[in-house]
């Protein structure tokens, strides 16, 4: 018997985040539930979205337990206690879902300031991941326990928007580069586009945005080239941060990266975003992993940056076979 009761399933989900199993919980969104009797159990079966199946039949014994625990706390129709449960694909879904899209997070740091007053390097760095996105729940809680502590008038009032690392507090940061630092190996990738600033072509840096452009353009394109992209992608960045000539910056980067797709006969489609960063906690995230990146780089501080070096796909310094320093 099909269960349509979505709100009893959102229930579901809610309780297995509670329970911390977050992973679990966003792969059964969109999981249709059957009821069954086999003759000796009571049993539920999810039809999952087909990409999951592998990783949710092969949950191990003490998940299914708690799994069955919380179902049993729920009230559905005709089912007085669950007794056993099976992942099933659900033929229902579509087939693209076998098609991952790749995320790129983006972060930019270093100034524009090209003398010897300014910063030494200029970089993009990315973060790589497909959904569900891994530890995204446990990130964002985090923020909302920090408010939470506001409600206690002995605590300091923290008012946090979003996650900031040069901006955050040495507590609330080395927390943070913990929970990064939870990351399975293959949930995520890091690529670093570095400039040694005082190897830039004058000529290059008359024009901020559109040498902000040009290189976003080129970084996303040298990332396509270390992935060997396959895969549809989408492309994410903090606000523009030279809001002059913006539209004209975004057409730069999209010609840049349409130019590759062309020549490379690639099948495959993309987009590209500027969002506020408080939108997103994984822009949030690689602002925290550029920080450490820059700091390896700008004050040879590398403390944080053994946290998250173990995700590196590469630290390319494009300038390093230059010779010429113009200032």
């Not at 992209?229 to 910056?249: A, E």
């Not at 840049?256 to 099948?267: D, P």
Request: glycine share 2%; aromatic share 14%.
């Amino acid at each position: 018997m099909d269960i349509s009761d979505n709100k009893a399933i959102k229930l579901f989900q809610n309780l297995l985040k509670q329970k911390r199993y977050f992973d679990i919980a966003d792969k059964l969104e969109d999981t249709n539930l059957e009821y069954s009797f086999d003759g000796i159990w009571k049993k539920i079966t999810f039809k999952v979205n087909p990409k999951y199946i592998f990783d949710l039949s092969n949950c191990d014994k003490n998940i299914r337990r708690e799994i069955i625990k919380i179902l049993n706390l729920i009230s559905f129709d005709n089912i007085n206690e669950v007794e056993n449960i099976d992942f099933k694909i659900n033929e229902k879904s579509f087939l693209e879902s076998f098609e991952d899209v790749l995320y790129f997070f983006v972060d930019e740091s270093g100034d524009m300031d090209f003398s010897e007053k300014g910063s030494k390097y200029y970089m993009f760095s990315f973060l790589v991941k497909k959904r569900p996105f891994k530890l995204h729940e446990t990130i964002s809680s985090y923020r909302y326990s920090l408010l939470e502590r506001n409600l206690n008038p002995l605590n300091n009032r923290l008012d946090i928007e979003k996650f900031h690392a040069c901006e955050d507090n040495k507590h609330i940061r080395e927390h943070l580069f913990n929970l990064i630092s939870k990351f399975e190996d293959n949930d995520i990738q890091i690529y670093s586009y570095i400039l040694e600033k005082p190897k830039v072509m004058p000529e290059k840096i008359k024009e901020k945005s559109n040498f902000y452009a040009e290189n976003l353009s080129y970084a996303i394109i040298k990332l396509l080239e270390k992935l060997k992209i396959s895969k549809n992608f989408i492309v994410i960045t903090d606000n523009l941060p030279v809001q002059k000539n913006k539209q004209t910056q975004i057409k730069a980067i999209k010609n840049g990266v349409n130019t590759y797709i062309t020549n490379n006969k690639l099948n495959i489609r993309y987009d590209i975003f500027h969002h506020c960063s408080a939108s997103s906690v994984n822009l949030q995230l690689i602002d925290y992993i550029n920080w450490a990146i820059q700091r390896k780089y700008e004050k040879n501080d590398t403390y944080f940056y053994e946290k998250i070096k173990k995700y590196i796909l590469d630290e390319e310094i494009v300038t390093k076979e230059r010779i010429t320093k113009y200032y």
